[in-house]
């Protein structure tokens, strides 16, 4: 597999790709690089018969504290072009299961990309968050149609509107998560399911998935759409501010 930035680390074992996102100093906050190693890794397994299954999990009890705030402050393309959407349209259209390993802190697309995995699996510490209004800007990765489908309108308005963490046990009762398990258990746990799920008939799992997961294409008009009022949005005023009292927040006055 290509190599990935010393952030995103990737791993073999029995038929499984396990990515981690590794960059604790900063509560594995997301960059392009980052994004760009998962989606290489995506691609990769999707043509490589060896890999039946991916797990996604974090470090040192964190999931992901979301999309690096530097890289918003940056940002100066076309949303079309950015890491981050190639990333979710990898996930949404990836035709292998995916599991996920929650623990500790699953902030913005931590929580949304945990809508595109077949199985999430949290830590009992798992906090969900999707803090996008607080910060100025609007849904993503197909969130604004997943959350009401998978939570009911009146769950997603409150993840969506009042953009409140959840604890795992929330999650759970959400439909987003699939189990709590110990966090000393939780990695082995997932790998375990994503082990179980490569080791099935890999026709009649694919097409279970597709069944269940109806037509990528509209999750990707979906993402566009979302993308162009998302990038709308990050060059305004009300988002600039959110976004530099986060990065100023811990700095003395």
Do not use: W
Request: proline share 6%; glycine share 6%.
């Amino acid at each position: 597999m290509t190599p990935a930035p010393k952030d995103v680390t990737i791993s073999r074992e029995d038929g499984v790709a396990i990515i981690t996102i590794s960059r604790p100093d900063k509560k594995n906050a997301l960059t392009g690089a980052m994004y760009d190693a998962m989606t290489a890794v995506l691609s990769q397994s999707q043509n490589e018969t060896a890999i039946g299954a991916v797990v996604i999990t974090g470090t040192d009890g964190v999931f992901t504290a979301g999309n690096d705030i530097n890289d918003f402050l940056a940002y100066r393309d076309d949303m079309s072009a950015s890491p981050g959407l190639r990333f979710i349209k990898a996930l949404a259209r990836f035709e292998k299961p995916m599991v996920a390993a929650v623990d500790g802190l699953a902030i913005g697309i931590g929580t949304t990309m945990l809508l595109h995995c077949d199985l999430v699996y949290a830590s009992p510490s798992a906090v969900l968050k999707i803090p996008f209004v607080d910060l100025g800007l609007t849904p993503e990765g197909a969130s604004s149609v997943l959350l009401p489908r998978r939570c009911g309108m009146a769950r997603a308005s409150e993840l969506l509107l009042l953009g409140e963490a959840i604890s795992a046990e929330r999650a759970e009762r959400f439909g987003l998560v699939n189990a709590i398990v110990p966090a000393a258990e939780l990695r082995e746990h997932a790998v375990a399911k994503a082990k179980e799920l490569s080791m099935k008939p890999q026709k009649a799992l694919a097409a279970t998935r597709r069944m269940l997961r109806g037509d990528p294409a509209e999750l990707t008009l979906v993402m566009d759409k979302e993308g162009q009022e998302f990038a709308t949005r990050l060059t305004m005023p009300e988002a600039r501010a959110a976004f530099l009292a986060f990065v100023n927040k811990d700095k003395p006055a």
